[in-house]
């Protein structure tokens, strides 16, 4: 179940992703450096009105730091699938990206990418939890009530029965 800004009655180029919360050593709770980029993106862009972030129990995240700091949950994406490729697990809308491809095999694979497509081994990655934040008054209305956050269960879940390799 993806959610776009359409679904909140927003174009794709009022919204934006925060797509990663990377600290190493820091001073400042997490929820608070999120809060005040989020107050530095609302001033440098007035047209931004809804942020939109994931969080991957795959990887052990709940979206505490979304929790932490009231973002809506909305629910979980769609699965993700992965192809092998050069050696690394390359995201399906990394196949179009030739140079992405490029940098991690060393070759251009995108020629060829769609003869071995059939052949490549494969993963399914589980969905994501869907975090958004509302900028201005009218879109943390249109994303409101959202729904119950998710618990530390669903995430165990996700990672004790991670979608298997194929192909």
């Not at 008054?137 to 991670?162: M, T």
Request: charged fraction near 25%; include cysteine.
């Amino acid at each position: 179940m993806t959610r776009r800004a359409e679904h909140y009655g927003m174009n794709r180029l009022e919204a934006c992703e925060l797509a990663r919360v990377a600290l190493d050593a820091h001073q400042a709770p997490v929820t608070q450096i999120v809060a005040a980029a989020l107050r530095l993106l609302k001033e440098a862009s007035p047209g931004t009105r809804l942020v939109i972030s994931y969080a991957d129990p795959a990887q052990g995240h709940l979206g505490t730091i979304y929790q932490a700091g009231n973002w809506t949950y909305v629910g979980r994406s769609g699965s993700v699938k992965e192809y092998f490729v050069g050696g690394h697990w390359i995201h399906n809308r990394t196949v179009n990206d030739h140079r992405a491809l490029a940098r991690r095999s060393g070759e251009d694979l995108k020629k060829r990418f769609y003869e071995w497509e059939g052949t490549l081994p494969t993963r399914q990655l589980p969905p994501k939890f869907i975090y958004l934040y509302g900028l201005d008054r009218p879109a943390k209305r249109a994303i409101a009530p959202g729904l119950p956050y998710p618990s530390a269960e669903q995430v165990s879940e996700a990672r004790r029965h991670p979608s298997g390799v194929e192909g």
